[in-house]
């Protein structure tokens, strides 16, 4: 089983995470700490391959993206609650859940294009950033164009 970059980080923060609770925090808050980790892993491990297949186009015997995305949130949820039934710490379980964000911040960080210096660039009052769609990343249509102006 190979790991993206990104789950990579978020196990790797998980490690140092669970080993600081366990010097400084109770025994039940550094285990829940490992469940909530671990759920995370799983979930976010769904959540990329039910994007991929959105983007990329279903694979030949693949069910589709929207099963798997629900399956994801479905298991997240049962998993979630026998951790609590077992009587996992609140507080432990959620920042387990919550290592995906700093993992996926410090994985766009690396993963950003290169600055380049003196790389040519428009005036800030060159007509040309009005066609520009920002939501869109491309430039307007004409129509739209003339849309956004009468709007």
Known sequence: MSLEAVERWNLALGAVVLGVSFAVASPTFAVSVAVGTVLEAVNFRGLRRSAELLFNGPRPGSRGWSVGFGLRLVLLAVGIGAAM???????GLLVGLSLIVPAVFIEAWRARPPVVE?????PADDPAWDRWNPWLARERDEDEHEDWRES
């Open 85 to 91: 039934v077992a009587g996992a710490n609140p507080v």
């Open 118 to 122: 003196g790389a040519p660039a428009l």
